[in-house]
């Protein structure tokens, strides 16, 4: 009697067990790893803006939600012109976005504010650092270093500069297509440039080479190559900054001697690729993000690409890099930043949609229809080749916490100088203003 009343509250007691779990299913896992009971991550996903690169993130995003159910991010772009300071602005106020894109000039301040975190190789499917830079091409992400740490994700944009010409205008001024296996010297820049200066009585129709004259990060992209290719470095080995260097005062003499010889004016710049597009300027300076939007603006403008030119008394050649890159915030939780990472890790591989889509050169190594990612973007235009050549001599712009500051600095003195002003006498007046900016 005992053994079958101890029987029947055992049995009873399986039932109830097993009645209790079919009662409360256990959480479904997800692709990511992540299960769907987990407490919800809201992160702010913060980018400047540009219309072609929105419906990109916004995929994105949407895939990465769905792979990760228990995260839900917030995306904001801000206005370009103002965007470095709209996000130092959020992470005073408290209110930082956990992952953002910006420029690699700002590197230096980020750190300094303690605003970025170093990569977490293992969001991208490696163990080590080493294996995290393996996967992108040979020093794309060197502007994103220091003590011994990698500071992003990856890279969103990544840029050089060669020469965009009027293949047409060349010829009526009786000039040689430019080649495109050795860069002219500036020197011959000089001359060809003028040459394609178009006047009708004193007012210029068609000026001979042109760049935005007030944006300083454009300052600092044209005339540091030209620097460098002297010998020449903004800031000096102790940090300083070196205005009135004998390779400044070279870059900036030549300079003036192109307004001179109205090669450039300020005065009749609107907009790079529409002036061009629109016959308003011979040549221009630009990167592969040029391309798609020139062939759409003027599909029958006969157009090509040069490296960009070097001076003939060259220390070394010398181009421009830059890059936009995905940074994660080192002030968010570390739940966020993990999640952030594997977000970052997302964004790096759409490298068919960056291109086809927006026009963004990625710098993680992949194969797209069987070729490697160079070849794949050069295939889209064989222009692209030439500046995809010129990257092989590519600098970083100079690093300081005072960047905006200098670049400032050094646009005034520019546009000082074409105006014609001593040179001397403009830089010496630079080099006292960079000071009290460091000192500042």
């Given at each position: ?14 039932l109830?067990?097993l ?9 479904a ?24 690169s929105?419906?990109?993130n916004?995929a ?11 995260v839900?991010i ?5 206005p ?56 992108f091409e040979p ?8 003590d ?33 296996d ?45 620097l ?22 070279a ?6 001697q192109l307004?001179?010889?109205e ?13 061009f ?5 011979a ?13 759409t603006?003027?599909?029958?403008l006969?157009?090509?690409i040069?490296?960009l ?12 890099l830059?890059?936009?890159a ?5 002030k968010?939780?570390p ?6 990472w ?8 759409k490298?068919?949609?960056w ?7 990625q ?12 070849e794949?973007?050069a ?9 995809f ?15 905006f ?8 003195a ?16 630079a ?7 460091m000192?500042?």
């Open positions: 009697m005992k053994m079958r009343i101890y029987t029947t509250l055992v049995l009873s007691l399986i109830a067990l009645i209790s779990a079919c009662a409360l299913p256990a959480a896992p997800t692709e990511g790893g992540v299960t769907s009971g987990a407490p919800t991550i809201e992160m702010l996903y913060m980018t400047h803006n540009h219309a072609p929105i419906p990109v916004e994105i995003i949407a895939e990465f939600e769905a792979s990760h159910p228990n839900k917030t995306f904001d772009n801000a370009h012109a103002n965007f470095e300071q709209k996000v130092l602005t959020a992470f005073a106020g408290g209110q930082g976005p956990d992952v953002f894109w910006a420029g690699d000039w700002m590197v230096p301040q980020f750190l300094a504010s303690g605003i970025i975190a170093p990569v977490d190789p293992t969001a991208f499917g490696v163990a080590t650092q080493e294996e995290f830079e393996a996967l020093g794309s992400l060197d502007a994103f270093k220091a011994g740490k990698i500071y992003t994700g990856g890279i969103s944009e990544y840029n050089t500069f060669s020469l965009i010409y009027n293949v047409d205008a060349l010829v009526e001024a009786g000039i040689e297509p430019l080649p495109k050795r860069p002219i010297t500036w020197e011959e820049l000089a001359d060809i440039a003028a040459r394609l200066t178009v006047k009708e009585g004193d007012v210029i129709t068609r000026i001979g080479l042109a760049w935005p004259f007030t944006v300083p990060i454009w300052t600092v992209l044209i005339q540091e190559p030209m460098r290719q002297k010998g020449g470095e903004l800031i000096t080995p102790e940090g300083m900054p070196d205005f009135t260097q004998e390779p400044m005062v870059v900036m003499t030549y300079l003036q307004r001179k010889a090669a450039i004016d300020p005065a009749t710049y609107t907009d790079l690729l529409q002036d597009a629109n016959g308003r300027s040549m221009i300076f630009g990167g592969p993000w040029a391309v798609a939007p020139l062939k603006m003027n599909p029958d006969n157009w090509d040069a490296p030119p070097q001076f003939a008394d060259a220390v070394e050649r010398v181009t421009t830059y890059a936009w995905w940074f994660v915030s080192a968010s939780s739940e966020k930043q993990k999640a952030a594997e977000f970052v890790n997302l964004l790096t591989s490298q068919r949609e291109w086809e889509k927006v026009g963004y050169v710098a993680r190594k992949t194969e797209i229809d069987g070729m490697p990612l160079r794949y973007y295939q889209t235009d064989p222009r692209l080749a030439t500046i050549a010129d990257y092989a001599y590519g600098k970083f712009e100079f690093r300081s916490t005072k960047y500051e200098l670049s400032d600095i050094w646009t005034r520019q546009d000082r100088v074409l105006s014609g002003e001593d040179v001397m006498s403009v830089l010496m007046d080099q006292a203003q960079a000071e009290a900016a000192a500042d």
